[in-house]
């Protein structure tokens, strides 16, 4: 994220503060002084076009790029200035050498904003990063200067490109009698394509607690234990592994549930500290499998019937003590005794990892 606000931001002030002092030129080193094949689908009609653009050290002279503009042919461009935003992408702007008027007195000039991607050293892409200027014919995507040569210093240069009124299509530059070709599946970064500065794992895509990393066109999740995934939305049947049922203790079933498992008692087994043991008690009191499925309506009488006992026995207990002059608790605090010992109970009944 943080990358990204600097870059807008370093986009920002070099177009709208520097390019205009016609500081420095530096094309990619592969692109100038060569001639290359040029595709693109035309603005006007949106037609596929295959030529051939040469570009000398920083001008596109007597170059395809030619509009008509109020009558006035522009068609020689000289490089004003540029940014390399990173080892394969470069921004990089030309200046029309004549200037055009649509009344007296009034002189204009067309920019180019190219955005190139290396893919190769024989294939490049760009696109044009301004809106589409429908006074030049064929119609293109050039800023327009304002009034008057040259331009103010704040004038906005490329920065209406995040504004298009439709799509900007992909423009290749291939050397000739090469074959390299656009991956299909690459992500080809657009200029406002906020996919290609995005931090990936803000919001968190990882679910269940899952840690993520940031790669430049995708994320890695590590997920938290019993889940898997792209997403860790996908729960891991710990019942299923070997190792694992065997951490379940004897006389316990392996209970899957969503990023665990739960091991509970076989029918007449009762949990004592992680481990399954023989019901000494009347068996058919203690519906064993006490996982208790809490909410269960068919658990319910029966825990009930299990707090009663426990109370009687526990009341009777003290009952006898106190008649036997033994300092005994209050009744309020056995009370809470039996609510602990209760806890306890359940507490043992559901082994999770
Ligand atoms: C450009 O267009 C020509 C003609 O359609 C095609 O043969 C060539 O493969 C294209 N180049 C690229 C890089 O797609
Ligand atoms: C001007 O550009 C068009 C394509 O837009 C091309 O067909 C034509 O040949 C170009 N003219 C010159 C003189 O380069
Ligand atoms: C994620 O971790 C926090 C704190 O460790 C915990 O409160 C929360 O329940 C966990 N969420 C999930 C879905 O496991
Ligand atoms: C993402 O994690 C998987 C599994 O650990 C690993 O094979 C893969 O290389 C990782 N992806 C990246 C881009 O490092
Ligand atoms: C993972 O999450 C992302 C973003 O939330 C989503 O677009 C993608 O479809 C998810 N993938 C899977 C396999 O669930
Ligand atoms: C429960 O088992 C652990 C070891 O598994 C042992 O250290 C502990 O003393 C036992 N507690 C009781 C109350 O038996």
Redesign the pocket.
């Known amino acids: 994220m943080y990358n990204y606000i600097i870059f807008r931001l370093g986009l920002f002030l070099i177009l709208n503060r520097n390019i205009l002092s016609d500081a420095s030129c530096s094309l990619p080193t592969d692109i100038k002084n060569s001639a290359w094949e040029y595709n693109y689908t035309k603005v006007s009609d949106n037609s596929p076009q295959s030529t051939i653009l040469r570009v000398s050290t920083t001008t596109l002279q007597n170059s395809i790029i030619n509009l008509s503009a109020f009558g006035t042919k522009i068609r020689d461009w000289t490089c004003i200035n540029s940014l390399a935003l990173s080892n394969t992408q470069t921004l990089v702007v030309f200046k029309s050498d004549s200037t055009f008027s649509d009344g007296p007195s009034k002189n204009y000039r067309l920019y180019l904003c190219m955005k190139f991607t290396k893919v190769t050293p024989d294939l490049y892409y760009f696109y044009l990063l301004s809106d589409i200027y429908n006074a030049v014919t064929p119609n293109e995507r050039v800023f327009v200067s304002d009034e008057g040569n040259p331009t103010a210093n704040d004038a906005p240069m490329c920065s209406t490109f995040c504004k298009y009124t439709g799509s900007p299509k992909i423009r290749t530059l291939r050397r000739p009698e090469t074959r390299d070709e656009i991956p299909d599946k690459a992500a080809l970064c657009e200029p406002c394509d906020s996919t290609c500065q995005v931090d990936r794992c803000d919001p968190n895509p990882c679910q269940n607690n899952g840690s993520c990393?940031d790669?430049k066109e995708?994320y890695?999740c590590?997920c938290t234990d019993g889940w898997r995934g792209k997403n860790c939305t996908t729960d891991i049947n710990e019942c299923l592994d070997k190792q694992r049922t065997a951490m379940c203790p004897q006389h316990s079933d392996c209970l899957n549930t969503d990023g665990s498992y739960e091991c509970n008692c076989k029918n007449g087994y009762q949990e004592t500290n992680g481990t399954c043991t023989g019901d000494k008690m009347s068996t058919e009191d203690k519906s064993t499998d006490l996982g208790l499925k809490i909410g269960l309506s068919a658990g319910i009488p029966v825990l009930l019937l299990v707090i009663i006992i426990v109370a009687f026995v526990i009341w009777k207990k003290r009952t006898r003590q106190s008649t036997f002059g033994v300092k005994s608790n209050t009744n309020s605090d056995g009370h809470k005794n039996v609510e602990n010992e209760l806890a306890e109970v359940e507490q043992n009944l559901v082994v999770k990892t």
Request: proline share 0%; no cysteine.
């Open positions: 990393v790669f995708n890695n590590t």
